[in-house]
């Protein structure tokens, strides 16, 4: 069964939309029918279609089904369901019909007529790459083949849901700066471009010899109250240029080798890539994944490609029979604390209790670092904006005060 959304018109002439299943589209409509509702359009829910085959609109729709709070949610939920003992499709269901969105509804009703048509979970998961990552869907076919789902949904739910927590926190931080940033730049452009020019035309009318400071302040205003388009055009002209040149796989791959030596961002870099490659690592093989098939997916979540072909060389050492340790020390870009406690983990024979405990404590030194950064920041902001108003006050107070000189 598939889930298909409709529009409907009830009884009383108002417009119904939601999703319902059906074998086709005809099924569906017959059964609105029998509920007293007018069938206007009824179409496969577009998260069906989500083979790589569909239009770009479509797989656009298809990544955004599912928020990261949603994801969350979504996980809690199921863990919490399972775990009271419902069936997997009665828990779909469940999470379906109380869903307030109609494409999260649609999606997870595709999921559980994939269930019910005697697929498993897992794969049933796996015809939306775009909404579930495969350490999502290799946890959950870990958990199936073990018969413990509703434990191994209960670990991947706290995953879930800190990585969410982490995410919304580092942005949440950066908020304040970026919008004192912005508000700094409209400011400075609003005098430049608006106030600079009205006060320009009383010195012009003096003849005096201005200052070096009130010189540029002139040319810089009428540069960018005739220009601002140039401007705008290059700073966009730039960032697209900068877009481009990171989808070379080349040039992209020199630049994440370059970052990781960076001197701040760098080690926000490295500690970002660590943290996430070791909470994957760590629910994989807690879930009964083998270690070289849970490095291997674990590799695909590190977003610097130069780190991960590296890390794709430690899966190679480690299936030669090579110890973990040794491989991610082979790779290398990974704090020496982390391949202690790596190690430390092999030698007792609870390595992923381990790569949890140092995925946390990554977590948080990536977000002390971000905190610290955020506060120097602010206050650089504050000064950066001040002493650029100070400059255009000077640069306008001066031959005032000149000109005062003059007429005493």
Do not use: C
Not at 389 to 404: C, E, H, S, Y
Request: hydrophobic share 50%.
């Amino acid at each position: 069964m598939a889930a298909f959304e409709y529009t409907a018109i009830d009884k009383d002439g108002r417009q119904r939309k939601g999703v319902l299943e059906g074998d086709s589209s005809r099924q569906v409509r017959q059964a609105l029918r029998e509920r007293d509702l007018m069938p206007m359009a009824v179409e496969p829910a577009a998260g069906r279609r989500d083979n790589g085959t569909s239009s770009p609109g479509l797989r656009l729709a298809v990544r955004r089904a599912m928020s990261p709070l949603e994801m969350a949610l979504f996980t809690r939920q199921l863990s919490t369901l399972i775990a009271a003992g419902l069936p997997v499709e009665e828990s779909l269901h469940t999470i379906a019909r109380q869903a307030d969105k109609r494409r999260l509804s649609a999606l997870v009703m595709n999921v559980r007529g994939k269930v019910m048509e005697g697929h498993s979970l897992a794969a049933a998961l796996a015809d939306y790459p775009g909404v579930f990552a495969p350490m999502y869907r290799s946890t959950v076919a870990a958990g199936e083949q073990s018969g413990y789902l509703h434990a191994v949904l209960d670990n991947l739910a706290e995953h879930t849901e800190q990585t969410f927590e982490s995410t919304r926190n580092v942005q949440m931080a950066l908020f304040y700066p970026v919008m004192l940033f912005v508000v700094s730049v409209i400011i400075i452009a609003g005098l430049m471009i608006y106030v600079v020019p009205d006060i320009v035309d009383v010195f012009a009318d003096t003849g005096q010899e201005l200052p070096l400071l009130t010189t540029l302040l002139i040319a810089t205003s009428d540069f960018l109250r005739l220009y601002w388009w140039l401007v705008l055009g290059a700073a966009a002209t730039m960032y697209l240029l900068a877009r481009w040149l990171l989808t070379r796989p080349e040039i992209r791959l020199r630049w994440h080798h370059r970052l990781l030596s960076m001197p701040v961002f760098g080690k926000m870099s490295r500690g970002a890539n660590a943290s996430r490659y070791a909470s994957t690592l760590a629910i994989l093989t807690g879930s009964g994944v083998a270690l070289v098939d849970a490095m291997r997916i674990a590799t695909e979540t590190v977003t610097n490609n130069w780190l991960k072909l590296r890390l794709a060389d430690a899966v190679q050492r480690v299936s030669e029979g090579d110890s973990l340790r040794r491989g991610l020390e082979v790779a290398g870009h990974f704090p020496p604390m982390f391949l202690h406690m790596v190690a430390s983990g092999e030698a007792s024979g609870e390595l992923d209790a381990m790569l949890a405990k140092v995925a946390h404590y990554q977590q948080q030194e990536l977000t002390r670092q971000v905190t610290t950064l955020v506060q120097l920041f602010q206050p650089l902001m504050l000064l950066l904006m001040a002493g650029m108003v100070l400059a255009i006050v000077l640069a306008i107070l001066v031959p005032i005060l000149g000109m005062n000189q003059l007429v005493a």
